[in-house]
């Protein structure tokens, strides 16, 4: 980085904190400071709503999951889109009705306290997680691949994002996420482009969509029914239908950004913006991860991306293993590129491109066998770390700045909204239901911004002290997936089953939590398949309702 990617990056983050504060000035109540004054046009909210979905995790780990195991992860959304409809249909209606807050104040009006706070503690628990997952995740990566403290990255983000969303509550959040989104879809279409301007002289895009299909980075569905196969055309169909409909019709983070619109036609309009557009946008994110696939087929690659995890291997036996093996994969890559010039030419077949590029898996593995060996606590996992060192080494001075103000603004965002719905639960669900009943307008107000600090506080204190996991966009699906299905088959009930009450839905829920942590750490079915267990919730209520078990006074 020059001094020209310094001031793109400081200057965008900066102009975006500043920007938020100066538009939502003045926010003197409780509704405004959470409801944005029911202000919000449908293209805020839709925006809105996917920037916070839209992580730094996004932009960091998504093309490296390309890259790695290609684009069979769009399955993953294939149910979002259905989902946004049931949501327009029968839930958003619903909630305006009832002029909530919060999703889960409707669950005290259909059922009873107890259900009501034992799902918003259960959104409490994950939602808590992910936000400190959502400011570490991007941190552990641009500290090291920047060469920053670790902590100091945590807290640049962390800061920042505490400092607009106390000041100006949800209106401050849809407000940046506006701009932030601006960024980081300008500055993938901008990586892009100039990835595919930097490919060699002959070799056209559609010359890099045949080298990535013929390599297995663009197969797009598997149909196969397979529980312990994690993407696939049902898992994205159903388990992403239940996950969507659970995320964005009973999680408050995004609740509270479609709440927020001037009518029930603008929060429709703004969910179902997000559904046409989020297929899309991570169709493009993916094909960006294949595109530097096909990229490093031309350039030389490292065997390993992650380099400060080989600059600490210090024992001169472990050392000479690595040299020897960067010597073979420099002879494969040289082989595996006259393969695929011939290949393209028509003088071969690609059989020979993927048994070289399968010897290549082989060697990247005993790469980090050796790190591992070196040095056991290691994550070896490198994919997260692919394409930020393309941006790093391949991409012009500015537009380095701008994709790591993407990846800065992308945790913001996700953050930002996090904290601020964190918030809201905290006040309306449990401080105002529970504890004080009371309070002045004004009081609620600070206790807002007061709810907001803890967490932020909370969620930093989680950052620097998390460890790396797997990959991390599927780290925070696997968090969610434990939570949203129990969470879910809560709301299911109170919708489409009127005559189950509390006490059944509430003890239903108690014990599909307890199977799906019990699945989670003992069994072996992929983390999609968790939210399945809105359908236990459905069906232990509906059996505890005719046995007569659990009475209840509702």
Known sequence: MNLLDWLVLLGTLLFIVAYGIYKTRGSQNIESYLMGDNSL???TIGLSVMATQASAI???????????????????????????VVLCIWVIPLYYRLK??????????????????????????????????????????????????LNLTILIIGLLVI???????TRAVSQTQKQQMAVMMGGMVVALLV??????????????????????????????????????????????????????????????????GRSIAESRLGLLMNGLVKVPMQLLILFIGAMVFVFYQFYQPPVYYNQPHLQKVQTAE??????????????LFEQKREAIDAALAGEEGWEPVQQLQEEEKTLRQSVRDVITTANPDTDVKDADYVFITFVLNYLPHGLIGLLLAVIFSAAMSSSAGELNALASTSVVDF???????????????????????????????????????????????????????????????????????????FYAALISE?????????????????????????????????AGVFSSRK
């Not at 607009?164 to 509550?169: A, L, Q």
Request: aromatic share 18%.
């Open 163 to 169: 400092l607009y969303t106390v000041s100006g509550g």
């Open 431 to 505: 401080y105002k239901r529970v504890i004080r009943q009371e309070g002045s307008d004004h009081h609620y107000l600070l206790a807002s911004k007061g709810f907001t600090l803890a967490w932020g506080a909370l969620a930093l204190l989680f950052a620097l002290t998390a460890r790396q996991f797997e990959n991390l966009i599927e780290f925070i699906n696997i968090i969610g997936s434990l939570f949203y299905g129990t969470i879910l088959g809560i709301f299911l009930v109170g919708f489409f089953f009127r005559r189950i009450i509390g006490a059944k839905v």
């Open 58 to 84: 996004t932009f960091l780990s998504t093309p490296g999951q390309a890259y790695e195991s290609g684009m069979g992860f769009i399955q993953f959304y294939f149910g979002l889109p259905l989902a946004m």
């Open 41 to 43: 046009k449908w293209w």
């Open 318 to 331: 472990a050392q000479q293993e690595l040299i020897q093996y960067q010597q073979q994969f420099n002879r």
């Open 514 to 546: 307890a199977t799906v942590l019990a699945i989670h750490f003992f069994g072996d079915i992929e983390y999609l398949w968790y939210n399945f267990s809105c359908i236990l919730v459905i069906a232990l209520s509906w059996i505890f309702q005719q």
């Open 195 to 260: 990835l595919l301007a930097k490919l060699p002289e002959g070799v056209g895009v559609r010359d890099a969509v045949a080298v990535a299909g013929n390599m297995g980075k663009l197969n797009l569905i598997d149909t196969d029914f397979d529980l312990s196969n994690r993407y696939t055309l049902w898992s994205g169909l159903l388990g992403g239908f239940f996950l969507s409909l659970s995320y964005f019709g009973t999680d408050q983070s995004q609740v509270q950004r479609y709440l927020g």
């Open 100 to 149: 909530v807050y919060t999703a889960y104040e409707f669950l005290e009006k259909r059922f009873d306290l107890k259900t009501r706070l034992l799902a918003a503690f259960l959104f409490l628990i994950q939602r808590g997680l992910a936000a400190g997952i959502t400011i570490y995740a991007p941190s552990i990566i641009l500290s090291t691949i920047l060469g920053w403290s």
